[in-house]
C-alpha cells in the first residue's frame, strides 16, 4: 500500500533549541540567508570577534541547504588539471588545494562543534554507465592522486557490489565525501553561530539594502532596520533583486527528489557501505540510504514548479531501472528546491562595491563547499585579505539575454535526456 505523499524532505530536524535575536545596534557584518554559507560565515566571524546578524526570509533550512541530497563530495565540477590551466599554475593550485578540502571542513566542523547531525564518511560512488565516462574516471583519477588524494577506480564487478546496480561499467571512488543530514547540519550551524554570539532573525525578508556613507544600511519586510560595516548576500540560487544583476547572473535549476519507505532487510544490498552516488549521465541522477533506511534519489526537474506526483515520474523510472527490486516500494517523500548554476560552472565571488559580498553559483555541489566558503568569506570580511579567498573577486555581470537563457537550458535539458536514453 503506498502512503500519502509529502513534499517535504526526509531530514530529521534536531530539537535543541536556536535563540533569535536581533541586533539593538549596528553590526559589523550583517548575512543575508541562514543557509549552510551563511551561517557557516556567522560562526566563523562570530569566532573571530565580529558582531554579526543574520536575517533568514523563511525557516532554517528553507534554501536549497535544508532540501538537499546530503552528499558532501570534495572538488569542484571541473577536474584539477582543468582549474589549473583556467587559473594558472599558483591561482590553481591554491583553488585545488581549497577544493579537496571542502569535505574535511564540513566533516571536522561537525566533529569540532560535536553537531547533532546523522553524518558518515563512507565515499562517493561516481559510477561510468559508458565506456567514455569511465575514461573520464580513469582521468579524474589520475589527476587527484597525482595530488595526494584518497581516491581510486572500482571495477565493474566492485561497483555493482558497493551499489547494488547493475550495468555500470566502473567508476570513480573518493573516500574523501560522505553523507549527512543536510536540514540537521543546517540547524545545528544556525545553533552554534547564535550560541558563539551571532543574532538570528527568521521569516522576516530583507526588502532593501543600500550604502549609507562608509556603511550598509538594511531593511526588512517587518520594518526592521540595521547598519552594518560589511554584509555579504548569502542567497545563492534564491536571490532576489536585493542586489542589481545578482539573480541575472546566475541560472537556477530545480533538483526533485525522491524517497522511499524505509526499506525492509531484503533490500541490503542496496549500498550495503552507505556511499553516496552519482552516475555520470549528461543528466546525472544521484543516490544515498538515508539515516531510517529509504533510498533516497534525486535528479533534475522541470524548470517550472511541480504541479502533480507525475512531475517525479522521471525519477521513479531512474529508481526502477536502476533497482528493479524496488518496484513495489512506496514512495513516500517527493521534493526540489534551487540550485544556482554559472555559464562557466565555476562559483563566483562579487564585490559589487566595498563592504558588499557576494558568493553564488555552486553547481549543485555546495554542502563542502559553501560551509568552506562560509569560513573564507569570514576570514575575508574580518581582516580584508582578499588572499583568504580561494577565488578570484570578480565583476557582477548579467547573463546576456538572461530571460531567455531559462528556456535554452530547459531544451538542453530535453536533449541530454534523450541522448543519455539512447546510452541506457
Ligand atoms: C534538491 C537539491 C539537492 C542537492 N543535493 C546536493 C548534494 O547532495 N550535495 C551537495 O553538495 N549539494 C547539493 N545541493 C546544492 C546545495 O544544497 C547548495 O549548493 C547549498 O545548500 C547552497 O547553500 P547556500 O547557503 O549558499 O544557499 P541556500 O541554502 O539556498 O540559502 C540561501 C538562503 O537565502 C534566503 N534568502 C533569499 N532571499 C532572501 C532575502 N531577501 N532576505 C533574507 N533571506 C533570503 C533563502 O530563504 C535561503 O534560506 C542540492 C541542492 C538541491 C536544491
Excluded at 543557509?35 to 562570530?46: I, K, T, V, Y
Excluded at 577506480?153 to 566502473?170: C, F, I, K, Q, V
Excluded at 518496484?327 to 528546491?337: E, M, N, Q, S, Y
Amino acid at each position: 500500500m503506498h502512503s500519502p505523499i509529502s513534499v517535504s524532505p526526509v531530514w530529521r530536524r534536531p530539537t535543541s533549541p536556536i535563540a533569535c535575536r536581533f541586533a539593538d545596534r549596528d553590526v559589523d557584518l550583517l548575512v543575508v540567508g541562514a543557509g549552510f554559507q551563511g551561517l557557516s560565515a556567522a560562526l566563523h566571524a562570530a569566532r573571530a570577534g565580529l558582531s554579526v546578524q543574520v536575517i533568514e526570509a523563511g525557516d532554517i533550512g528553507a534554501g536549497a541547504s535544508g532540501v538537499n541530497g546530503g552528499q558532501v563530495i570534495p572538488g569542484l565540477k571541473q577536474d584539477p588539471a582543468t582549474l589549473h590551466s583556467l587559473f594558472g599554475e599558483e591561482a590553481g593550485r591554491r583553488l585545488n588545494t581549497f577544493a579537496a578540502s571542502t569535505a574535511d571542513v564540513a566533516f571536522d566542523l561537525i566533529a569540532r562543534e560535536r553537531l547533532d547531525v546523522e553524518h558518515s564518511r563512507t565515499g562517493w560512488i561516481q559510477a561510468a554507465h559508458t565506456e567514455t565516462a569511465l575514461q573520464s574516471a580513469v582521468r579524474r583519477n589520475r589527476q587527484w592522486r597525482a595530488l595526494g588524494a584518497d581516491v581510486t577506480l572500482l571495477h565493474a564487478a566492485e561497483t555493482a557490489l558497493l551499489t547494488g546496480a547493475d550495468g555500470y561499467r566502473g567508476a570513480f571512488f573518493d573516500r574523501r565525501a560522505g553523507v549527512v543530514n543536510p536540514l540537521a547540519l543546517t540547524h545545528e550551524l544556525a545553533r552554534v553561530a547564535t550560541e558563539a554570539g551571532a543574532g538570528l532573525v527568521l521569516n522576516d525578508p530583507v526588502t532593501a539594502l543600500f550604502q549609507n556613507g562608509s556603511s550598509w544600511q538594511v531593511e526588512t519586510r517587518s520594518g526592521r532596520s540595521l547598519s552594518a560595516r560589511k554584509v555579504l548576500v548569502a542567497t545563492n540560487a534564491y536571490s532576489d533583486a536585493l542586489v542589481p544583476k545578482l539573480a541575472q547572473s546566475l541560472v537556477w535549476l530545480h533538483s526533485f527528489q525522491i524517497a522511499t519507505e524505509p526499506l525492509p532487510s531484503e533490500f541490503d544490498f542496496i549500498l550495503p557501505g552507505g556511499q553516496a552516488v552519482s552516475d555520470s549521465r549528461r543528466i546525472l541522477i544521484y543516490y544515498r540510504r538515508s539515516p531510517d533506511g529509504r533510498l533516497v534519489l534525486g535528479g533534475r526537474g522541470p524548470m517550472r514548479a511541480p504541479q502533480s506526483a507525475g512531475d517525479w515520474a522521471h525519477l521513479q523510472r531512474a529508481l526502477h531501472r536502476l533497482f528493479p527490486a524496488l518496484a513495489k516500494v512506496a514512495i513516500t517523500h517527493r521534493w526540489f528546491g534551487r540550485v544556482a548554476m554559472t555559464p562557466d560552472h565555476l562559483p563566483h565571488l562579487h564585490e559589487p562595491a566595498p563592504g558588499l559580498l557576494v558568493a553564488a553559483g555552486c553547481q549543485g555541489r555546495g554542502i563542502g563547499l559553501m560551509v568552506s566558503l562560509g569560513e573564507r568569506l569570514a576570514r575575508y570580511a574580518a581582516s580584508g585579505d582578499a588572499s583568504a579567498l580561494p577565488l578570484p573577486i570578480t565583476p557582477l555581470r548579467a547573463i546576456p539575454l538572461h530571460r531567455f537563457r531559462r528556456i535554452a537550458v530547459a531544451a538542453q535539458i530535453a536533449r541530454y535526456r534523450l541522448l543519455d536514453g539512447l546510452e541506457r
